[in-house]
C-alpha cells in the first residue's frame, strides 16, 4: 500500500533553507492533514514531480511572492492543478534531510 500527500501549499522564504510541503496524507483507509519539510536545494525536484502529472501547467511561474522588509515569502496553492497527489516515496528519496510534521 503506497502513501500518498495532496499538496495543497507549498511555502518558503528567502530567509530560510526549509521548504514547507502542505497537504493530506494518505495510507490505506488513513488521511490526515499534515506537512512535510524539505531542504530548498530539492524544490527543484518536487517542483519536476508536479510538473509531470500537469504538462499543460507551469508549475514554476505559478509562485507568488509577497514582500517583507528584509526577506519574500513565496507560495504555490495547488488549487488549480488538476494532479497534485505524489507518492510519499518520492519525496523521501531526496538526498537532503526532511521532517514530517504531524
Not at 512535510?36 to 508549475?59: F, M, Y
Request: hydrophobic share 35%; net charge negative.
Amino acid at each position: 500500500m503506497e502513501k500518498t500527500m495532496e499538496i495543497r501549499q507549498i511555502k518558503m522564504a528567502s530567509c530560510r533553507q526549509d521548504v514547507i510541503i502542505s497537504g493530506e496524507l494518505s495510507s490505506g483507509n488513513f488521511q490526515y492533514e499534515s506537512s512535510i519539510v524539505i531542504n530548498t536545494s530539492d524544490l527543484n525536484r518536487l517542483i519536476n514531480l508536479l510538473q509531470k502529472g500537469n504538462p499543460s501547467d507551469e508549475i514554476s511561474a505559478m509562485f507568488t511572492s509577497t514582500d517583507f522588509y528584509d526577506w519574500t515569502e513565496y507560495v504555490l496553492n495547488t488549487n488549480s492543478l488538476d494532479n497534485k497527489t505524489i507518492l510519499l516515496r518520492d519525496l523521501t528519496e531526496f538526498k537532503s534531510l526532511r521532517r514530517i510534521c504531524a
